[in-house]
């Protein structure tokens, strides 16, 4: 099978590529705003350019496209909403109008933002935007367009530096400079933390099989733990201090996977990783 995976060079879609090159034709599409090259695989084709101009870089045809791509942070959308809406909302209307005109089968990276308020933040609107486009290609062009749910993706390869690292990121980061964690707001807002093998995992799943889900699969581990519970894991594992900074715009109370859809239907069985995660770092 020949496979596109949009943000090939980013944290999720290097291990994807790790997982499917054993067994596909794999090429990866990033304009490397976030992802690194740092990140390629032997034996993936890369290619460089923004996703707004794939129609003008993919001339293959394509089985399967997992379009990935986007930038992923609540905090950074705030400051540059239309870079956010140009990667997240336009991105993803030219990746699926390039997948209508070859026939290529999408899955789509969505995001537990869906569950709050879209009007919290440039990120959250724009993602839930990306949802929608992909129902409206479902429907009016009879697309094979599967959606994906990721809750707080962490594991190897994840981002440490910069604007675009996650909360797990920005405290190795923090360890590694010899800094106090910084915790956002009273700490006890709580977050589905999911494994990033078991976001491959499910994504597979969902590439694999023939049904088709009328919204979303939800891929998060169906546990949740406090920012306060998660510092307690840091804390005990590098002897670290911790600093409580105010909190910020968007910030959700609580994610926790939705249904269980995933579990039931593909056979997905994500496990609660986290605590043998922060140990072993």
Known sequence: MKVL?????????????ERLIENHEVYSLDNYSIGSIDNHIEGVTYLQGDIVNIDNIIKNDFDLCFHLAGLSRIQPSFENPFDTFHSNTLGTQKVLDWSRKNNTKVIYSGSSSKHHNPYQSPYALYKFLGEELCKMYRRVYGMKIEISRFYNVYGPKEIIDGDWAAVIGIWRRQIRDGEPLTIVGDGEQRRDFTHVFDIIDGLIRISKSD????????????????????????????????????????????????????????????????????MEL
């Open 5 to 17: 995976i949009t943000g090939g060079a980013g944290f999720i879609g290097t291990n994807l590529c």
């Open 211 to 278: 049904k088709s889900h009328n919204d979303a699969w939800e891929l998060g581990s169906g546990k949740n733990y406090s920012i306060n519970e998660v510092a307690k894991l840091f804390k005990k594992k590098f002897k670290c201090k911790v600093k409580y900074i105010p909190d910020q715009n968007g910030n959700y109370r609580e994610t926790l996977r939705e249904h269980s859809d995933a579990i039931k239907i593909l056979g997905w069985k994500p496990k609660d990783r986290l605590s043998k995660y922060i």
